[in-house]
């Protein structure tokens, strides 16, 4: 009656009266609901791009392309892997996270503004390809983690910082101590996320054009990832945009 589901576990009827088990399985339920939809989203993820390199591989074989289309055709198919490699990458990385939510063995004190530095230094090239100047400041702040997991949700927010942004934009990353928190800011010049699809972005498989995908190279996961990795460290994300002004995101994470 309250929206929660009741599950009767037992009853047991004696002498002086009875006992009824009955647990709150509201929760359960919406994890089981959340596994089927994904399984079924990861399907309909990984046909997608396999359906179409059978398809140009069909013709291929059948040698019913043109002498002038095969380059096109072999380009389709080796960008359609690809696609594949990094969305089986991504579902590999989400499947991790969802397995270690509660084993918070193995942790490290992590530095983030060398691991923020450390990580842009990784996208350099990508950054420099669209003439994205991208900067580390603040001071430094230590907090206790997973190296891998950190860096994961860094790489992720620098990622679409640069693949949403506009030429010649920037990306802007600001590492600040509040008490009990390290906050990381990653401020972007780029598109914007509209307010309807602010609340779904960290969904899996969200993308807000999805028919960009092939530009942008996105699968819909790298927001999902930042999520659980934050929530892996007990940490909260908040998340401001304007459409064609930018994008604000920033991590809190518990402070050592
Ligand atoms: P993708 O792999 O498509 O980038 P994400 O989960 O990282 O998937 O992001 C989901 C969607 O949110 C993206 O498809 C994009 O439309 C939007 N988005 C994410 N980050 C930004 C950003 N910094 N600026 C504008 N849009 C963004």
């Excluded at 709150?24 to 939809?37: F, S, Y």
């Excluded at 679409?160 to 030429?167: L, T």
């Excluded at 969200?206 to 892996?232: A, C, N, P, Q, W």
């Amino acid at each position: 009656k309250d929206g929660r589901f009741y599950q009767l576990c037992g009853s047991s009827v004696g002498g002086k009266g009875s006992v009824l088990l009955i647990f709150d399985v509201t929760e359960k339920r919406a994890a089981e609901t959340l596994r089927r939809e994904f399984s079924a989203n990861v399907s309909h993820e990984l046909k997608t791009p396999l359906q179409s390199i059978l398809g140009y591989a069909e013709i291929m074989k059948n040698g019913l392309v043109q002498e002038g289309d095969k380059q096109r055709f072999l380009e389709k198919i080796y960008s359609e892997a690809g696609h594949l490699i990094v969305l089986i990458d991504n579902i590999m990385k989400l499947s991790r996270l969802d397995e270690s939510a509660n084993n918070m063995n193995n942790l490290e004190i992590i530095e983030l503004k060398k691991l923020a530095e450390g990580t842009v230094q990784r996208l350099q090239e990508q950054a420099a390809g669209k003439n994205v100047a991208i900067s580390v400041s603040g001071c430094e702040a230590e907090v206790e983690g997973v190296p891998a997991v950190l860096s994961e949700v860094i790489y992720n927010l620098i990622d679409n910082g640069i693949k949403y942004n506009r030429e010649n934009g920037s990306v802007e990353i600001t590492v600040a101590v509040i008490p009990g928190e390290a906050v990381l800011t990653f401020k972007d010049t780029g598109c914007g996320i509209g307010s309807a699809d602010k609340e779904r972005v960290f969904e899996r498989f969200y993308r807000v054009d999805k028919s960009h995908f092939k530009e942008t190279g996105g699968t819909g996961l790298g927001l999902s990832i930042v999520k659980h990795g934050v929530m892996f460290h007990k940490g909260r994300i908040e998340l401001e945009s304007e459409l064609d002004k930018g994008t604000t995101i920033k991590i809190f994470l518990p402070r050592k």
